[in-house]
């Protein structure tokens, strides 16, 4: 198995790599930080030709927009959270990356994998008690995180792990068969490549 978490965003990005086994499960985490969604796209590139994934999980944006109120704004005019903005043009990004590569991919709301893998009274934590819970979590299970995001791309990928979509796509009779051809047809290894820019590698138990 070869599965991509993703907690995306252009002030970091955490990522994981999702190898080895159920049983003995391999997590190779990272992150990276852009300054403009090309930037983004480009890194993005760049881990799916080092890592050949495939199956890509990422975290779906919050679909509302939250609004502040600027006291020092004409008029008392409202502004928008600038990370909201921003995230769902990501989350666009990787979903038509992954069409165009032909990738198994899900998008998985944030309330959902928290419940799937924290348990369920963290489905509706706030954000910041929730990464913590995320890093602490991912230090229980040994494996080596830099921050937060690197945490929750971790557990994202464990979510994905246990998906349906990912246990649909195992019972396919064509899933190794595609996947090895996939990965030899254009040059690639059929084993997993040194990370060119990866974190710390290692074994859940």
Same mark, same amino acid.
């Given at each position: 198995?070869?599965?991509?978490?993703? %907690?995306? #965003?252009?002030?970091?990005?955490?990522?994981?790599?999702?190898?080895? +086994?159920?049983?003995? /499960? &391999?997590?190779?985490?990272?992150?990276?930080?852009?300054?403009?969604?090309?930037?983004?796209?480009?890194?993005?590139?760049?881990? =799916?030709?080092?890592?050949?994934?495939?199956? !890509?999980?990422? =975290?779906?944006?919050? /679909?509302?927009?939250?609004? $502040?109120?600027?006291?020092?704004?004409?008029?008392?005019? !409202?502004?928008?959270?600038?990370? *909201?903005?921003? &995230? /769902?043009?990501?989350?666009?990004? !990787?979903?038509?990356?992954? &069409?165009?590569?032909?990738?198994? $991919? =899900?998008?998985?709301? #944030? @309330?959902?994998?928290?419940?799937?893998?924290?348990?369920?009274? $963290?489905?509706?934590?706030?954000?910041?008690?929730?990464?913590?819970?995320?890093?602490?979590?991912?230090? *229980?299970?040994? !494996?080596?995180?830099? @921050?937060? %995001?690197?945490? =929750?791309?971790?557990?994202?990928?464990?979510?994905?792990? +246990? #998906?349906? *979509? $990912?246990?649909?796509?195992?019972?396919? /009779?064509?899933?190794?068969?595609?996947?090895?051809?996939? @990965?030899?047809?254009?040059?690639?290894?059929?084993?997993?490549?040194?990370?060119?820019?990866?974190?710390? *590698? #290692?074994?859940?138990?």
């Amino acid at each position: 198995m070869r599965i991509l978490g993703l %907690d995306q #965003s252009l002030t970091r990005c955490g990522w994981c790599l999702l190898t080895g +086994s159920r049983a003995a /499960p &391999l997590f190779l985490t990272g992150s990276f930080k852009s300054a403009t969604t090309r930037a983004f796209g480009q890194e993005l590139v760049e881990l =799916e030709a080092v890592h050949c994934p495939e199956f !890509i999980v990422w =975290e779906r944006p919050v /679909p509302r927009i939250f609004v $502040y109120g600027k006291r020092d704004l004409a008029g008392g005019a !409202i502004t928008p959270n600038a990370d *909201q903005l921003v &995230l /769902p043009r990501l989350a666009g990004m !990787i979903e038509m990356f992954c &069409l165009t590569r032909q990738l198994p $991919y =899900e998008e998985v709301p #944030s @309330n959902t994998w928290r419940a799937r893998v924290l348990g369920k009274g $963290y489905g509706n934590k706030g954000r910041k008690e929730a990464k913590a819970a995320a890093l602490s979590y991912a230090r *229980q299970l040994k !494996i080596a995180v830099a @921050n937060e %995001d690197e945490a =929750e791309a971790a557990l994202i990928a464990l979510y994905g792990l +246990s #998906s349906d *979509q $990912y246990r649909m796509l195992e019972r396919e /009779p064509s899933y190794t068969v595609r996947f090895e051809k996939w @990965n030899t047809d254009d040059g690639r290894a059929k084993t997993a490549p040194n990370a060119a820019k990866s974190g710390p *590698q #290692s074994r859940g138990k």
